[in-house]
């Protein structure tokens, strides 16, 4: 008897309380989604360090935004370099970005930069490369339709690695380009999307990222435009930001397969930042 008065109470309690109760089984459902999630995570995060394939544990941070920096290295390890050109926009001030650790090693390349403020500072702050003809640099927003150019103007050919960062229409002027051919892309995506989801940002010529969840393209939208321009996706960097490419025709079975997004994508871990003790404040290479 009392066992059912009990029962009974609660079921009154629990219909007199409906949003108590619709709160409360909410909050249990994302608790245990979200713990389940970071399993998930975990397990994937466990399998990829284990494997040598897997690039996310070569990743470290010199001079790049996050740990792109020992992700390149580990990408030319593995497939060799032949002229040590690149070219990278998106650059600003060029302290934080993935070809200044290259001018440490004898790279050579060109980049471009939209703000007249940030290219300033880097021809500045970057004299010594500029003045021996190590870096070339072109202050011009860039669209679809003006990169060959700015780009051929300069160099053309055969160079080792391509690196895109605007912002916004990434994934146009990616398709657009073939006044070089690169060995090695490197383009951030939108890591707000899961893997097998394709969407592209509509191509915008005046695009000007303001913060929001507008810009660039999902992995799997990249990840096929990279196949039908002849890259194999293969990796991304842990925090979410940079998918990594390489020409099929030297991909070979170097890399972790199979060269999908459901097997490579990593979300966005944006709260994580990589330290490298002192901050650069200028090139100090030679």
């Given amino acids: 008897m009392l066992k059912k008065t009990l029962s009974a109470l609660r079921r009154f309690w629990w219909a007199g309380l409906p949003e108590a109760a619709n709160r409360y089984n909410t909050e249990t459902y994302f608790y ?8 998930d995570e975990d397990y994937v995060h466990k399998k990829r360090m284990s494997d040598p394939l897997y690039l996310e544990q070569y990743g470290y941070k010199v001079y790049s935004q996050n740990d792109e920096d020992g992700i390149i290295t580990e990408i030319f390890n593995r497939i060799g370099t032949t002229n040590k050109k690149f070219v990278e926009f998106g650059v600003e001030n060029g302290l934080e970005c993935n070809s200044h650790f290259l001018l440490h090693k004898d790279w050579k390349g060109l980049w471009i930069e939209g703000s007249d403020k940030k290219y300033l500072e880097f021809r500045q702050l970057f004299s010594v490369p500029i003045t021996n003809g190590s870096l070339q640099a072109i202050n011009a927003f860039i669209d ?25 229409n990434d994934y146009w002027v990616w398709e657009s380009i073939n006044s070089v051919q690169p060995r090695v892309v490197i383009i951030e995506y939108n890591a ?4 097998e989801y394709e969407w592209i940002m509509k191509y915008n010529k005046n695009h000007a990222w303001t913060g929001d969840d507008e810009y660039g393209a999902s992995l799997k939208s990249l990840e096929l435009l990279g196949r039908k321009l002849g890259y194999q996706l293969v990796g991304t960097n842990y925090t979410g930001v940079n998918a990594f490419f ?3 025709d030297i991909a070979n079975n170097l890399f972790a397969l199979p060269a999908v997004s459901e097997n490579l994508y990593n979300p966005a871990r944006w709260d994580i930042r990589y330290n490298c003790r002192h901050q650069a404040k200028k090139y100090i290479g030679y």
Avoid at 146 to 151: D, E, G, S, W
Avoid at 162 to 168: A, E, K, R, V, W
């Fill in 246 to 248: 390489v020409k099929q």
């Fill in 32 to 39: 245990v989604k979200l713990q389940r999630q970071r399993n």
């Fill in 192 to 195: 707000k999307f899961p893997p």
């Fill in 144 to 168: 679809k339709d003006n990169i060959n150019t700015l780009i051929g103007n300069e160099i053309s050919g055969s160079i080792d690695m391509l690196s895109i960062d605007i912002d916004g």
